[in-house]
């Protein structure tokens, strides 16, 4: 198959919807070689939020270290290729396709998902290209997610919170219980969850596997030093270990986790400090993106890949400080239907902004005009608007806009990555001015 028979050919497998388990997976890595045994050091993320970002600075650190880093994310925002990645570099299209080829028979027969077919896609890459370290995401869950065949040295999850409840449960304990399933005899775990409720369900899974579990907070002590859109600075102590002034390209003190976090999993792995530093810094080298991403300064246009509402909070008390400096605030949102659009909407007000509300490319969905009949009822009536296209409402935000003014664009990956593919086509860049949209 050609690249493009390939995308043919992998996408209509998203009709299949999520089916959770493991033995699809399994079969159709047996068609590659079983490459999930030969990835080099495994470390499996899992998570509500935050994962993402974790994942990029471990692969960020490792190829600081030298070693040959693979990292496993999802969902790509403009092109498959950015799903799966070695030492930043995207799958080459060719590659995508041989695997493709390969497997398309057996994905066929056993009725698999998209995300099966691309993680075994993903993996038999890895492991044929003899990485050192293989970084992996989760896409849902952890217990019966694709990714969970991995015999993972380096269990780690991040926050816990309500999100995917029609799979994973409907409480904090059952879904930090998901979770917690990548966490493996042999592995070491590293979390970032807090709350008894999440603590309890990670603490009981690292006993059944006899596995050492480390948590921030208890032992590692962050301090936020400086917090700047595109810029955080923190100090940390880890055990005996202090480091000052680490600097990331990330916008939001709540990102302190996460960095945390990932700094834990890097010094248990032998990684030095000039590694850690130089990673920090080089994060977005890994294809890291829309994260509070400032992708044009007149006006400030932010791009944010929150997709629930417990991380559009962390998003809104974020900007809060900043807000100030801003004569108008305005978001471009488009939801998913397994999200909870009030309460989404309900954060998002707490920045007194105006809304334009557009459908996202997928079949999930929100219809624009439901989501402003919510922004209305929750007290944004009289600034809500409907457009027709992720364009069309940008345009429309950006002629209403002063160079003072700032722009989110959130509320989802598919939002995150068609405005990409817009600016892709618009964006021009002017010297001394930064990019345009």
Known sequence: MTYQETLDFLYPLHRFGIKPGLERVRELLQMVGSPEHRLGTAVHVAGTNGKGTVASLLASMFRAAGLKTALYTSPHLVDF???????GLPIPQERVAYYASLLKEAVSEKNATFFEATTAIAFAWFADEGVDVSVIETGMGGR????NVVRSSYAVITGIGLDHTDWL?????????????????????????SGEESLAQIRRAAE????????????????????????????????????????????????SSSLALAVMVAVDAGISEAA??????????????????????????????????????????????????????????????????RAII???????CRFVVVDIPSERSVPAEELQEICCQEGGEGAVAVAHSVGEGMRRLLRESSPLSLVLVTGSFYL?????????????????EGDQL
Do not use: W
Request: proline residues 3%; aromatic residues 4%; glycine residues 10%.
């Open 81 to 87: 290729t950015e799903r799966m990645r070695i030492d």
């Open 144 to 147: 019966l997610d694709a990714t």
């Open 276 to 341: 850690v530093r130089s990673g920090l810094l080089g994060l977005h080298a890994t294809g890291y993106r829309g994260r509070l991403e400032l992708i044009a300064s007149t006006p400030s246009v932010l791009l944010d890949v929150s997709h629930n509402a417990y991380g559009v909070k962390a998003t809104v008390d974020a900007l809060l400080p900043f807000i100030a400096r801003y004569d108008r605030v305005s978001v471009l949102l488009g939801l998913a239907s397994d999200k909870n659009a």
């Open 416 to 432: 995150a990555g068609a405005l990409l593919d817009y600016v892709k086509t618009t964006v021009r860049a002017e010297d001394g």
């Open 169 to 193: 449960g409907t409480t904090i304990g059952a879904i930090a219980g998901e979770k917690a399933a990548i966490i493996k005899p042999g592995s070491r775990v590293f979390s970032s969850a």
């Open 208 to 255: 059944e596997c006899d596995a050492p579990l480390h948590l921030v907070g208890k032992e590692c002590g962050v301090k936020v030093v400086e917090s700047a859109i595109g810029r955080l600075v923190v100090d940390l102590q880890i055990g005996s270990k202090s480091f000052s002034r680490l600097e990331a390209p990330l916008t939001g003190a709540f990102h």
């Open 346 to 352: 309900r954060e998002l007000l707490r920045l007194e």
